[in-house]
């Protein structure tokens, strides 16, 4: 019926197990596996031989019936219908449960119009089908698959004790058949969720009950439209799976704008936070160097030394502001390029010149090339930020000190900048988000490394606007390479080089 993402702290080792039964594995790796396994072994056991025992006597049932064309050929479509509902579902933004089925909606129709004999084997078949093409572990497909059995049981029986086709009887067959089902399917997951975690079965119980009463009254309600005109007719039926798709479609679609809202609510409440600190020390740095200038009678020693912090601060802050304007003129798309043929080896140079002066006595920055490298498509100014901007990385992460070597080479009709330092490096799983915006590799400053977490994003920016791209190689304990390639301008469509 829905299903949960349970990455919470009350739920770590399950996820995505919901109200139609998904038994989520645990993540921690097989050594872990099986020792969860063991612990839910009491419970999937008897569920799972449960479901198989009901589609077995369904089966039986309905073969022993000698059921008509009609018959068989309505249950294949409700069992295709709940496949495919199943392996769609639609997710919901003001229910905390993450999603919806409606492949629920499928299988109370049929336990209404069909009968449990039907119905067990439509849902059973129709959860295994998805388990099974999504290759899920074989406990999590026989439980879900048990699960929905004797969901589709019990939603069967209920709707069968209420007698007459009328429009009364029909809504109250359909209203009992949906609360047998999600009675079943709730206590089940409840209980398989509180096995896992930990938690009171109970406890969870009154959770899932009270963030799944809303979309239960959904699929109440559009079973029962469903089956009252299914009953008068199967082809006008048939004609409601436009709308149904229509909903899902939207209803997905409106989902994925309201994710993009919130990351861009969080982004933006981050930014705030990054921008406040960064911003705090070096005006900090500043106020301070400025009340102790104010005093009458300072050593010219100590008063070049404050000026110096407040020259070096005022820069920091500088490059902050520029950052930030620069980041938002990407985003707004205002950051227009001139490009031009741009003498690659010398916009390098100057950057490499710039920055030793600020250098810490322990690291030694070179710029090596061959032979003077061809010269590159690119925005000369935007070429020079993206290169300070990672030797400044470079910088910053190299705390222990070391050699940081700015190399150019060419490579085919590009040519490669790459600067290489002997810093701290990044994990493997960190290089796949640090051209992020806002991503750092230290963000609880535990290595007392700051930033905004804006300069790589802007590296990337810019070469992709450039015709370039950028990447990262890394080794945790032995330093990174950031290197990007440009078109070279020779071999640059409308470009002319004049090389002096």
Not at 124 to 140: P, S, T, Y
Not at 330 to 347: I, K, T
Request: charged share 20%; net charge neutral; proline share 5%.
């Amino acid at each position: 019926m829905t299903q949960i993402d349970s990455h919470s702290a009350t739920n770590p080792p399950l996820r995505r197990i919901g109200l139609r039964g998904r038994l989520a594995a645990t993540v921690a790796g097989r050594r872990r596996l099986s020792g969860e396994t063991r612990r839910l072994l009491p419970l999937v056991a008897p569920v799972a031989l449960g479901g198989i025992a009901a589609v077995v006597a369904a089966l039986w049932s309905f073969a022993v019936s000698s059921p008509d064309g009609h018959t068989i050929a309505a249950a294949a479509a409700f069992l295709l219908a709940a496949a495919i509902a199943e392996g769609f579902p639609v997710p919901l933004d003001s229910v905390a449960v993450g999603g919806t089925s409606l492949a629920t909606v499928f299988i109370i129709t049929t336990a209404v119009l069909y009968g449990w004999t039907v119905a067990t084997p439509v849902a059973a078949f129709g959860m295994a089908a998805v388990e099974l093409a999504r290759r899920r572990e074989l406990i999590r497909v026989t439980y879900n698959t048990g699960v929905y059995a004797l969901a589709a049981v019990a939603a069967g029986t209920a709707a069968a004790a209420v007698h007459g086709s009328n429009l009364g009887q029909l809504a109250a067959a359909t209203l009992v058949a949906g609360l047998a089902f999600y009675a079943v399917n709730i206590t089940l997951v409840a209980a398989v969720v509180g096995r896992s975690s930990g938690e009171p079965s109970r406890t969870v119980l009154r959770r899932y009950v009270s963030q799944t009463l809303v979309p239960l009254g959904v699929m109440v309600c559009v079973a029962l439209v469903l089956v009252v005109v299914w009953d008068r007719s199967p082809l006008a039926a048939v004609a409601l799976a436009g709308p149904l798709a229509s909903i899902v479609i939207y209803e997905r679609r409106m989902y994925e704008a309201f994710v993009r809202l919130r990351e861009v609510d969080r982004m933006k409440d981050e930014f705030i936070a990054i921008v406040s600190h960064e911003l705090r020390t070096p005006l900090a740095s500043v106020y301070g160097a400025a009340i102790t200038l104010q005093r009458d009678v300072l050593e010219p020693k100590t008063r070049n030394s404050l000026l110096e912090v407040v020259y070096n601060e005022s820069a920091r802050l500088a490059r902050l502001v520029d950052q930030v304007l620069s980041a938002s003129r990407l985003e707004s798309g205002g950051s227009s390029l001139a490009v031009e043929p741009v003498d690659a080896s010398r916009v390098a140079r100057e950057v490499v010149e710039s920055i030793r002066p600020r250098l810490p006595s322990a690291l030694h920055v070179d710029l090596v090339h061959a032979a003077p490298p061809p010269f590159v498509a690119a925005d000369a100014e935007k070429l020079k930020q993206v290169l300070v901007n990672l030797v400044e990385n470079a910088v910053k992460y190299s705390p222990e000190g070391g050699r940081i070597q700015v190399r150019l080479a060419p490579a085919a009709d590009q040519v490669r900048f790459s600067v290489q330092d002997e810093g701290i490096g990044m994990p493997s799983g960190e290089q796949e988000h640090i051209f992020e915006k806002f991503h750092r590799l230290d963000p609880n400053l535990t290595r007392g490394v700051g930033g905004t977490g804006l300069g790589l994003y802007i590296c990337r920016e810019f070469l992709q606007r450039m015709g370039g791209r950028i990447w990262v190689e890394s080794e945790l304990g032995i330093g990174s390479t950031f290197s990007f390639e440009l078109p070279r301008a020779d071999t640059a469509p409308g470009m002319h080089v004049n090389a002096e």
